[in-house]
């Protein structure tokens, strides 16, 4: 089974802070996604990733960036915590070309973010 | 634009009762949709997709109904367990234009809190 590790299920931080998000997975997916998840608006890509150093901007990419040096791992990054990133994050990956019939994508099990 | 939507935020439903959660979609030129399931505490679970050349599609104990004249998606989890209970998400996969080869990226229902009591 793919498996998509999350370093933290709960952070707390301060606003003004620089917060790291880590993510992996074990399947040699070439796709990595960062969403975020709130009531009442479903999830949303912040960023998504094709490739080892790619990255590329998803719907609400403000605020945030990402790394990905290494193919198994994609970190996102707030620059400068604000209360309005108070958010659970969800990472997943998925097998080169998109998501696709019978490729679809595998969650990590979520960060839940707060910033105060 | 780009809309999936759920048309019942909570659906209560009996142990051994068969369960129906409906989604509506607005791009007509999504050509695959999934269903996940998000247990409290956990990520989404891929449940079951289907192809936009499809109309219907049975898993084990799901089936996925596509209406593409009405843009409407729909789950049917055949004999509900307490196990069921959870949120479920549809999700349309969108096409986009990128790198001359195409990229595709998941648009997101709301999602349907699905309630089995024993």
């Given amino acids: 089974d793919v498996k998509v590790t999350q370093s933290s299920r709960y952070l707390v ?35 998504f990733s094709y490739d080892v150093k790619m990255k590329e901007k998803g719907d609400i990419p403000e605020g945030y960036s990402v790394s990905r040096e290494k193919k198994e791992r994609f970190s996102l990054i707030l620059e ?37 | ?3 999936v939507g759920l048309h019942l935020p909570t659906l209560s439903v009996q142990e051994g009762d068969n369960s129906i959660i409906n989604c509506a979609y607005s791009n007509s030129a999504s050509d695959y949709f999934i269903w996940y399931k998000q247990e409290s505490g ?3 679970q891929f ?17 996925v109904l596509l209406n593409k004249t009405v843009k409407h998606l729909s789950l049917q989890i055949a004999a509900t367990q307490p196990g069921d209970s959870a949120v479920y998400f549809c999700a349309e996969n969108i096409l986009l234009p990128f790198m001359n080869t195409g990229f595709q990226k998941l648009v997101f229902g709301t999602g349907t809190r699905l309630l089995v009591s024993p």
């Fill in chain 1, 13 to 47: 931080k301060r606003t003004g802070e620089k917060v790291f998000l880590e993510c992996v997975q074990d399947m040699d997916h070439e796709n990595m996604f960062w969403y975020r998840q709130d009531p009442g608006l479903g999830l949303r890509l912040i960023y």
């Fill in chain 1, 80 to 116: 400068s915590a604000s209360t309005n990133q108070t958010s659970m994050y969800l990472c997943a990956s998925s097998l080169p070309g998109g998501i696709t019939y019978n490729s679809p994508l595998h969650f990590g099990n979520g960060t839940r973010l707060t910033v105060t």
């Fill in chain 2, 1 to 3: 634009g780009e809309s």
């Fill in chain 2, 42 to 44: 956990k990520g989404p």
């Fill in chain 2, 47 to 63: 449940i079951i997709d289907i192809r936009s050349n499809m109309d219907k599609r049975q898993g084990q104990r799901v089936t």
